[in-house]
């Protein structure tokens, strides 16, 4: 079993739907929880970055850890276009050791 | 500020040779990791320099190693190459000050083995 599971998708919704993506992990070491955007032929650029259970919201983008279940969640509200890319959650310990999830492709229809 | 670059951005090799993959970070930043990214595995921590010294590891064979410079660019290399090698490596820097530090990712180099 991985140490990070993510459902790779593919995920496909209409342009202003809300995009639901997850991911559960094992480690309970973990205390950093971050959702990467890549999309294709780039690197993966952070989008949201929590620190131990909890909500933060930037924007359109909501991200929530649940350390109880471990658990984490990004939702995407309004999704453009533009928001098609692969979704990639990681987390880490105390050492910074980044353990991604398979990472998640989402097609925003317009 | 310039991002991460890494160099080549393309690289075809075949079994049994051997490879080097460059990474400049941003300048400023004095931690480096590398991580491999494929279809089948995902990302794929391999290790992370810091002043010139590996902090991290990842469960890795050791023909996979790097190095870090003084100016904190590193190399990363891969000797007897595998088919099972071919991979988009990315390399990733941070400031490495505080609790949380984010990791800004390079293009990466995709490694075709042949």
């Known amino acids: 079993q991985k140490e990070v599971e993510q459902d790779p998708g593919p995920l496909s919704v209409p342009e202003g739907a809300i995009v639901s993506l997850n991911c559960t992990y094992s480690?309970?070491?973990?205390?950093?929880f971050m959702w990467y955007r890549q999309y294709s032929r780039k690197g993966p650029e952070l989008l949201m970055y929590?620190?131990?259970?909890g909500n933060k919201e930037d924007g359109r983008f909501t991200a929530q850890v649940d350390k109880s279940s471990k658990y984490i969640s990004l939702f995407i509200r309004d999704s453009q276009p533009s928001d098609s890319a692969t979704y990639l959650c990681?987390?880490?310990?105390?050492?910074?050791?980044?353990?991604f999830g398979a990472g998640t492709t989402v097609t925003v229809r317009a | 500020k310039a991002g991460v670059t890494q160099t080549p951005r393309y690289l075809i090799k075949t079994r049994g040779q051997q490879v080097t993959l460059s990474c400049s970070p941003i300048?400023?930043?004095?931690?480096v990791s590398w991580y491999q990214q494929t279809p089948g595995q995902g990302l794929q921590f391999l290790f992370e320099?810091?002043?010139?010294?590996?902090?991290n590891k990842g469960n890795f064979p050791g023909r996979f190693s790097g190095r870090q410079f003084s100016n904190s660019r590193s190399e990363m290399n891969v000797s007897t190459l595998e088919l099972g090698d071919s991979a988009l490596y990315l390399c990733?820097?941070?400031?490495?000050?505080?609790?949380?530090?984010?990791?800004?990712f390079g293009p990466g180099t995709r490694l075709t083995v042949l």
């Open positions: 480690n309970s070491a973990f205390q950093y």
């Open positions: 929590t620190y131990s259970s």
């Open positions: 320099y810091f002043s010139e010294t590996q902090r």
């Open positions: 300048s400023g930043h004095r931690s």
């Open positions: 990733a820097s941070s400031l490495d000050q505080g609790t949380y530090n984010e990791q800004f």
């Open positions: 990681a987390m880490s310990d105390v050492d910074y050791k980044l353990s």
